[in-house]
């Protein structure tokens, strides 16, 4: 029996339910083909910002058994950039992601009218950048949230998604929740990392990052819990009827598995593809397909947010 891992997103058929997290080996354009040459089943790219960025300081990435944290700064070659190699990435037959975010408001419309000029396959809007020195994440501001949302959905043609902060307190996916529901968002992508979390050496007696005191968002293993209760309160909250990316805590195919029976239609990986390379894609793969096997079925669709509640 063969078991079938593609999914589907807004209309967009990907040939495999796993595919990069935004900022996760993605920032050049090697990379990128490296990412349309390996068994991912689309290419993100990471959020683009108006002019190219070197981003904060170095160190700016740890990693440890747990995880992951990282104050990057938003490394990326600009919008120009990213929307030129659009043609060149969307041969490799699975769709691009543009990931689009900003400094200010004022960015996002710009960038998301040229990049929906070079039509990628869908565009996620990252609304929860933690780490810009003096800049709040806009995704726990509802009032931020929906100024760029109405500024960019009209612009995008494209399926457009969200990429959201976790969030803490049902009151506060409710309120997301009315926000998103008032504006035809067409995919949701969560959670970025946990922002401003802190890692201690206690060797060195030291933080383990430069920027930021080394305050940075947490990613990998240790935030997994944190990424499926965001993915099954939205998944809740819309009745399933707007597709989530689940991103957050994928180490292996048991995690892929609880991440879409909470509801999600795909995955990204972001700290373990730092830490282990492309070969993560077919590891995956494997595993979960195995997973599926043994249980008895045949597609992710299969147990798409069936989570039983007790
Ligand atoms: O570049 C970053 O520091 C970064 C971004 Br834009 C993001 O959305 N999430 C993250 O963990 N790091």
Do not use: W
Request: hydrophobic residues 40%.
């Amino acid at each position: 029996m063969t078991t079938d891992l593609s999914t589907t997103i807004a209309g967009v058929q990907f040939p495999s339910c796993f595919m990069n997290a935004a900022g996760a080996l993605c920032v050049t354009r090697d990379e990128l083909m490296a990412l349309g040459q390996s068994r991912a089943g689309a290419i993100v790219t990471k959020s683009m910002t108006v002019d190219a960025r070197q981003g904060n300081p170095e160190p700016r990435y740890y990693g440890f058994p747990g995880g992951s944290i990282n104050s990057m700064g938003l490394p990326n070659l600009g919008y120009r950039a990213y929307a030129e190699m659009i043609p060149e990435l969307k041969r490799f037959g699975k769709p691009v992601v543009a990931s689009v975010a900003g400094l200010c408001e004022d960015d996002f419309p710009v960038i998301a009218a040229a990049i929906n000029a070079a039509q990628p396959d869908l565009i996620e809007v990252n609304l929860s950048c933690p780490n810009i020195p003096g800049k709040p994440q806009i995704g726990y501001d509802p009032e931020a949230s929906e100024r760029v949302i109405k500024r960019v959905r009209h612009l995008i043609t494209v399926p457009m998604g969200l990429k959201l902060p976790p969030y803490f307190d049902p009151a506060h996916h409710e309120v997301m929740g009315r926000v998103i529901g008032r504006h035809g968002v067409n995919f949701l992508n969560m959670i970025n990392s946990v922002g401003n979390g802190l890692v201690v050496d206690p060797e060195r007696e030291a933080v383990v990052i430069k920027p930021k005191g080394g305050f940075g968002g947490l990613g990998g293993r240790i935030i997994k819990p944190v990424a499926l209760a965001n993915v099954r309160a939205f998944y809740k909250l819309f009745q399933g009827k707007i597709p989530i990316i689940g991103t957050g805590g994928v180490v292996d195919g048991v995690d892929v598995f609880e991440h879409v029976l909470c509801g999600a239609s795909a995955v990204q990986i972001g700290t373990v593809l730092v830490e282990e390379g492309l070969d993560v894609f077919g590891r995956l793969e494997t595993e979960l397909a195995a997973i599926l096997t043994h249980k008895g079925y045949r597609s992710i669709a299969d147990v798409q947010g069936m989570l039983k509640e007790l």
